[in-house]
C-alpha cells in the first residue's frame, strides 16, 4: 500500500511568517511530487510540483524534495490571510498510467 | 490554458434516476481521471483513460460507468446510487500522467 502522511493540522501563522507543511511517502520509486492548494468548496488547484532533489522556488513558495527520506516539503514565506486553505501533497505512482496518491491535507489558517 | 470543464456543477437525483457527469478539455492531454472527494479527507481515484482507453479502474462499483468518446471528453455515468455515494465529483486532465489539473467539479447529492 502506497501511503503519503501529511500532519493534519491545522497549523496558524501570523500573517508575513513562512508556513512550513510536510509530506512523507513510502514508495521509494516515487519520482514526481506535487501540491495542491484547495479552498473549502473548491476543487484542488496545482500550486507546486517537484521531480529532483533539492529546493524549487516559485514566488512566495518553495518545494523541497528529500528523496533519501522520503520527504516533501512546502514553504510559503510572507504568508497572506489568502494563503489560508487545505495543502494537499501528492505523489506520483506507477500502476498503468502514472496515478496520483493523495495525503489527508494539512489546513492552514493566516491570521491578520 | 489548463482549463477543465464540468457540468453539471450541482446535481441531486434520486436513488433510481440515471444521469451523467461530463468532463471537457481543450489542452490535448493524453490521460483523464475521475476522482471522488468526501467532505474533509483527500481526493480518491476512481478511474484513468489514458489515450482514450480505460486503464485503471480503482475497484469502483458498476453503478458508476466511466466512458470516453474522444481525447476531449470524459463522462461519469451514474445509476442506482445511494446516499453515501453523496460526493464532490472531479475531473482532472495531465499531459504527462503525472501533473494533474482539475476541473471544478460536480457536487453531487442523492437522495
Known amino acids: 500500500q502506497k501511503e503519503v502522511e501529511q500532519n493534519s493540522g491545522p497549523l496558524s501563522v501570523p500573517e508575513g511568517a513562512i508556513a512550513s507543511l510536510n509530506c512523507t511517502y513510502s514508495d521509494r520509486g516515487s519520482q514526481s511530487f506535487f501540491w495542491y492548494r484547495q479552498y473549502s468548496g473548491k476543487s484542488p488547484e496545482l500550486i507546486m510540483f517537484i521531480y529532483s532533489n533539492g529546493d524549487k522556488e516559485d514566488g512566495r513558495f518553495t518545494a523541497q524534495l528529500n528523496k533519501a527520506s522520503q520527504y516533501v516539503s512546502l514553504l510559503i514565506r510572507d504568508s497572506q490571510p489568502s494563503d489560508s486553505a487545505t495543502y494537499l501533497c501528492?505523489?506520483?505512482?506507477?500502476?498503468?498510467?502514472?496515478?496520483?496518491?493523495f495525503g489527508k491535507g494539512t489546513k492552514l489558517t493566516v491570521n491578520p | 490554458d489548463t482549463e477543465v470543464t464540468q457540468t453539471p456543477k450541482h446535481l441531486v437525483m434520486g436513488m433510481t434516476n440515471k444521469k451523467s457527469l461530463k468532463c471537457e478539455q481543450h489542452?490535448?492531454?493524453?490521460?483523464m481521471y475521475w476522482y471522488k472527494q468526501k467532505a474533509k479527507k483527500p481526493p480518491e481515484l476512481m478511474f484513468v483513460?489514458?489515450?482514450?482507453?480505460?486503464?485503471i479502474n480503482e475497484s469502483v462499483p458498476s453503478r458508476f460507468s466511466p466512458e470516453c468518446p474522444n481525447s476531449s471528453l470524459l463522462n461519469l455515468h451514474l445509476h442506482a446510487l445511494q446516499p453515501e455515494d453523496s460526493a464532490l465529483y472531479l475531473c482532472?486532465?495531465?499531459?504527462?500522467?503525472?501533473?494533474?489539473?482539475f476541473g471544478q467539479g460536480t457536487r453531487l447529492t442523492v437522495v
Open positions: 483513460y489514458s489515450y482514450e482507453k480505460l486503464s
Open positions: 501528492a505523489v506520483g505512482v506507477q500502476g498503468g498510467s502514472e496515478k496520483l496518491v
Open positions: 489542452m490535448g492531454h493524453r490521460a
Open positions: 482532472a486532465s495531465s499531459q504527462t500522467g503525472a501533473e494533474a489539473f
